[in-house]
């Protein structure tokens, strides 16, 4: 071994790092089984991959208790899984005219949760990217600012009305949508005492 790799290797080893702490799950055969098959399957790279993304999730969704399999409260929220085809048949039963003022109440809502969740003011542009990560870890769809423009990728609902009124109630501003079709963009109208900065 040259001197210059047992000098590196004799530092690496005195390093004051923590050394990470062994953990053994006893799994249950079925669990075990489906965990490779995930695997096989391609859809995972591995246990620890599969833990690690298991833990992101939760730390992200900060889910406080689960009540039972699809539904849990997080903060004052509860929030459960549900078909989109279900709330695009309810939506097409309120008239389309109305949907600007029905996405204004569920964003006046979604901002008393997001706020009381993340300990934020919604109002503050400055606070607007932990609100977009975390609608997005809901399921909400991708959200972008940039410049005086809220783009939304892959939005659970199509509606650009509806996500007009649902942002304008949220964030307490005024929107311009120019599209109709996804990705939605809006372009956001001046706001009092702050300047929009991507």
Same mark, same amino acid.
């Given at each position: 071994?040259?001197e210059?790799q047992?000098k590196?290797?004799?530092t690496m080893?005195?390093?004051?790092k923590?050394?990470?702490k062994?953990t053994?799950?006893i799994l249950?055969?079925?669990?075990?089984k489906y965990?490779?098959?995930?695997?096989?399957?391609?859809?995972e790279?591995g246990?620890?991959s599969?833990?690690s993304?298991?833990?992101?999730i939760?730390?992200?969704?900060?889910?406080?208790?689960?009540r039972?399999?699809?539904e849990?409260?997080?903060?004052?929220?509860?929030?459960?899984f549900?078909?989109?085809?279900?709330?695009?048949i309810?939506?097409n039963?309120?008239?389309?005219?109305?949907w600007i003022?029905?996405?204004?109440e569920m964003?006046?809502?979604l901002k008393?949760s997001?706020?009381?969740i993340?300990?934020?003011?919604?109002?503050e542009?400055?606070?607007?990217?932990? =609100?977009f990560?975390?609608l997005?870890? !809901? +399921?909400f769809?991708?959200?972008?600012?940039?410049? $005086?423009y809220?783009?939304?990728? &892959?939005?659970? =609902?199509?509606?650009?009305?509806l996500? !007009? +009124?649902?942002?304008?109630?949220m964030l307490?501003? $005024?929107l311009?949508?120019?599209? &109709?079709?996804?990705p939605?963009v809006?372009q956001?109208?001046a706001k009092e005492?702050?300047?929009?900065?991507?």
């Amino acid at each position: 071994m040259q001197e210059s790799q047992k000098k590196r290797l004799e530092t690496m080893m005195k390093s004051n790092k923590p050394k990470p702490k062994r953990t053994t799950i006893i799994l249950e055969p079925e669990e075990r089984k489906y965990i490779d098959s995930l695997i096989q399957e391609g859809k995972e790279s591995g246990i620890k991959s599969l833990i690690s993304k298991m833990l992101d999730i939760h730390k992200k969704l900060m889910i406080d208790d689960w009540r039972f399999p699809g539904e849990y409260y997080s903060g004052i929220s509860r929030i459960a899984f549900v078909n989109v085809e279900l709330i695009n048949i309810m939506l097409n039963q309120i008239p389309k005219e109305k949907w600007i003022n029905l996405g204004q109440e569920m964003g006046k809502a979604l901002k008393i949760s997001i706020e009381t969740i993340l300990n934020i003011q919604v109002s503050e542009i400055k606070d607007w990217k932990p =609100i977009f990560d975390r609608l997005s870890v !809901q +399921g909400f769809g991708d959200f972008f600012l940039k410049d $005086k423009y809220i783009l939304i990728k &892959n939005p659970f =609902i199509n509606y650009a009305n509806l996500w !007009q +009124g649902i942002l304008e109630g949220m964030l307490d501003i $005024k929107l311009s949508a120019k599209t &109709n079709l996804p990705p939605l963009v809006f372009q956001i109208k001046a706001k009092e005492g702050n300047s929009i900065q991507s």
